[in-house]
């Protein structure tokens, strides 16, 4: 049996790289906390509001596979420490959805 240490969101599947895009998708649902809009700015004058389904959409659209998985486990580990996850997500959907907006330019 795992101890609370050694349990991760892949602790049930026996190896994380042969889980389904829709499998990393439900698990990453789990790992982010219920938030009502998360308000991110993608330009000076641009900002975007996401509800909780279209960032979870956004990360695993734009990301691989691999990069899902490492932003799973921290996220596991930002919520070991009981600490809030929304900054690290605005961190990252910022950098995704600029990145975007900079290609439609």
Same mark, same amino acid.
């Given at each position: 049996?795992?101890?609370?240490?050694?349990?991760?969101?892949?602790? $049930?599947?026996?190896?994380?790289?042969? $889980?389904?895009?829709?499998?990393?998708?439900?698990?990453?649902?789990?790992?982010?906390?219920?938030?009502?809009?998360?308000?991110?700015?993608?330009?000076?004058?641009?900002?975007?509001?996401?509800?909780?389904?279209?960032?979870?959409?956004?990360?695993?659209?734009? $990301?691989?596979?691999?990069?899902?998985?490492?932003?799973?486990?921290?996220?596991?580990?930002?919520?070991?420490?009981?600490?809030?996850?929304?900054?690290?997500?605005?961190?990252?959907?910022?950098?995704?959805?600029?990145?975007?907006?900079?290609?439609?330019?």
């Amino acid at each position: 049996m795992l101890t609370m240490e050694e349990r991760t969101p892949f602790s $049930l599947y026996e190896n994380e790289t042969t $889980l389904t895009r829709n499998e990393l998708k439900d698990i990453l649902e789990n790992c982010i906390s219920s938030f009502k809009d998360l308000e991110i700015k993608v330009a000076e004058h641009n900002e975007v509001k996401l509800s909780k389904v279209r960032a979870t959409n956004i990360l695993v659209d734009r $990301l691989k596979k691999d990069q899902l998985v490492e932003i799973i486990k921290q996220l596991y580990l930002i919520n070991m420490r009981n600490s809030d996850e929304i900054s690290f997500l605005k961190f990252i959907l910022t950098g995704l959805l600029s990145e975007q907006a900079e290609k439609r330019k």
